[in-house]
């Protein structure tokens, strides 16, 4: 059966509600746990500790993983692209910015992705998508202003996150580059045992590990939130959700994220924004609906009044 991209079901909705809840929550995890723990320390746990989770219902599911070069040329660079890379410089980014922040930043992905899918010249640049460029790219200048590259700890902080995203960017072209016919659970499992080897070897060589003995329960319930159920779950409920409605719905999780994540920010952490971020926000989402253009064509098909 052919998921059906323009009519959504109530179940669907749930689930997008749902998997944008819990990818926020992300947010919320990271930042408990930069409380107690270093980004590199808590990178390899969550990639360690979803790695294990998924790979049973990986054998369970799809069976064997893939054993030809070509998938694993393929997972290998999503694996840095999409975890190794991203969720480093947005722990680290997150021991500076508020969680709610780094969730808004991290939303301008999708621009970037469409922005080196063209470059590519896999999907041609139309005037829909170069607004939607030049409004993302508005939003996140008044996040900072003129401050944007100045020297003080938050502007760091949102360039590091800002890279984290052109890093999901390069990622999405590299998928559409190289991801043939692989699985997306052996897709999604390969990434997490390749980025669990990748940052084994760069915990124990530039950090410390050992600093989990005394980290604190809430930080434990944190790594434990952060790794099984906004990691591998989440990659099981998304494909789940692409199975049922289809891969173009998924930019509408992209757009709630932030929301739940800047909620549960200032219920849990009680962080807050102030008038030029929450402007800077509304301009980023708007961006996101712009580059989705659906709403734009619901716009134009609306009959005009007699």
């Not at 054998?59 to 190794?84: H, Q």
């Not at 980014?93 to 709610?100: L, N, P, R």
Request: hydrophobic share 55%; aromatic share 8%.
């Amino acid at each position: 059966m052919t998921p059906n991209h323009h009519h959504i079901p109530l179940s669907v909705w749930g689930m997008l509600l749902f998997l944008s809840v819990i990818w926020g929550g992300s947010y919320l995890f990271v930042g408990i746990a930069v409380k107690d723990l270093s980004p590199l320390v808590i990178v390899w746990a969550r990639v360690v500790l979803a790695a294990a989770a998924l790979l049973p219902f990986h054998f369970l599911l799809v069976g064997p993983l893939p054993r030809d070069r070509e998938a694993w040329t393929a997972i290998i660079g999503l694996s840095i692209l999409n975890n190794v890379i991203p969720f480093t410089l947005i722990v680290t980014g997150q021991t500076m910015i508020a969680s709610g922040l780094a969730s808004v930043i991290n939303a301008t992905s999708p621009l970037f992705g469409v922005a080196f899918i063209a470059a590519a010249g896999l999907d041609p640049l139309i005037p829909r998508k170069v607004l939607g460029i030049l409004i993302g790219i508005a939003g996140v200048a008044v996040l900072k202003g003129t401050s944007l590259f100045g020297e003080n700890s938050q502007s760091i902080g949102i360039l590091l996150c800002l890279g984290a995203a052109a890093s999901y960017g390069v990622g999405s072209l590299w998928a559409r580059m190289k991801l043939k016919n692989t699985p997306p659970l052996s897709m999604a499992t390969g990434q997490l045992l390749v980025s669990s080897l990748i940052m084994t070897i760069f915990a124990f060589s530039f950090d410390n590990p050992a600093q989990l003995i005394d980290a604190s329960k809430e930080s434990w319930a944190a790594l434990l939130g952060l790794s099984l159920l906004s990691t591998s779950f989440a990659y099981i409920l998304f494909f789940r959700v692409v199975a049922r409605s289809g891969p173009a719905n998924v930019l509408l999780v992209t757009m709630l994220i932030p929301v739940s994540a800047i909620a549960m920010g200032i219920a849990v952490l009680g962080e807050t924004l102030d008038r030029m971020e929450i402007l800077g926000t509304v301009i980023i989402m708007l961006a996101l609906v712009v580059i989705d253009g659906r709403a734009l064509k619901l716009l134009r098909r609306q009959p005009k009044a007699l």
